[in-house]
């Protein structure tokens, strides 16, 4: 079979971003990434060879793969230098549909007709992205997970118009990451979100009932159904803000009372407990 996609570019190279980025370069992607300045690409270059290294100390990984990785990886903060060789876009800057379709529609000029574009976004949709750029049929979402070189599942999210062949294609590549992809229609929150926002929902929502304490909720998950990790912690790790912001995205969209977000989350962000970054939320975190 003769490979459709070698060269990948990542766009934004934030906390997702360079975590693609080494995704990619490890499983032998020739990857260009670009950023908004140069000190960025630097940093996000400097963090990946901190994770490799990390995994070489460890011995997952051999000392040449942390090598041939880096030299994989071409930082530019020319984005026409980044497209134009691109089989394959992961766009990954922060969540904003105005911001994302600026860059698509740049996007659409500057790489080859035969590129597939693929945006990384948590909850915004295909078909409003796909819609600025003259090849709706090549967009799509490729959802990783945070951490991107850990989690192993991403979700691949097709519009109504993505074609089947670039969803072959995007899945080839997934797998080829080492990861398990699963299909999704473009639907608000996709799984992922939409199913762990209910839960932590609900969780919030049985704390503020009084009907157990957050830790008692926590291990009701952690130890009956074999969650890593309860819904109260999630939250407070992915943020307090965050979740509030999706939920009353889904709740928007969804018109479901499932997703409209309890008192107590309202309150919590109203007061600056945003979780472990703020070092309080559910949990006191140190
Ligand atoms: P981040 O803020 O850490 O990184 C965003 C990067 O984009 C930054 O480096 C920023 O400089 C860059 N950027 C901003 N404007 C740009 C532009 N015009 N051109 C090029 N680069 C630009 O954000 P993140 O957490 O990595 O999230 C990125 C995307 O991934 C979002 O859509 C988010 O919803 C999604 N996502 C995040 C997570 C997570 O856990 N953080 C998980 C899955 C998906």
């Known amino acids: 079979m003769v490979e459709r996609i070698r060269t990948i570019a990542v766009v934004g190279t934030g906390t997702m971003g360079r975590g693609i980025a080494q995704v990619a370069a490890v499983s032998g992607y020739s990857v260009r990434m670009h950023d908004v300045s140069e000190v960025v690409l630097q940093r996000a270059l400097a963090q990946i060879r901190e994770t490799l290294e990390g995994q070489r100390q460890r011995g997952k990984i051999p000392a040449d793969v942390v090598e041939a990785a880096m030299g994989r990886l071409f930082p530019t903060v020319d ?16 969540e904003k549909l105005s911001l994302k379709q ?30 600025v750029v003259s090849r709706p049929e090549r967009v799509l979402g490729m959802h990783f997970f945070n951490p991107p070189h850990v989690m192993r599942l991403v979700e691949v999210i097709r519009h109504e118009g993505t074609s089947s062949e670039v969803v072959e294609d995007v899945l080839d590549v997934a797998r080829r990451m080492g990861k398990e992809p699963i299909v999704v ?14 839960l932590g929902l609900e969780a919030m929502r049985m704390l503020e009932q009084g009907i157990a304490s957050a830790e008692d909720i926590d291990r009701a998950m952690e130890l009956g159904y074999n969650h890593a990790m309860g819904p109260l912690r999630v939250s407070d790790l992915v943020g307090l803000d965050v979740r509030l912001h999706i939920a009353e995205y889904l709740y928007e969209k969804l018109r479901s009372e499932v997703f409209r977000p309890p008192d107590i989350l309202r309150r919590l962000v109203a007061e600056g407990k945003l979780g472990k970054k703020s070092g309080q939320g559910f949990y006191k975190w140190d």
């Open 102 to 131: 600026e860059i698509f529609r740049a996007l659409d000029q500057l790489c080859s007709p035969t590129a597939i574009l693929a945006s990384n976004t948590s909850s915004l949709s295909i078909r409003e992205i796909a819609s």
């Open 79 to 94: 984005l026409a230098e980044a497209a134009a060789p691109a089989d394959l876009v992961v766009e990954a800057v922060p």
């Open 185 to 198: 229609r473009d639907s608000p929150g996709f799984v992922t979100s939409r199913l762990g926002v209910a």
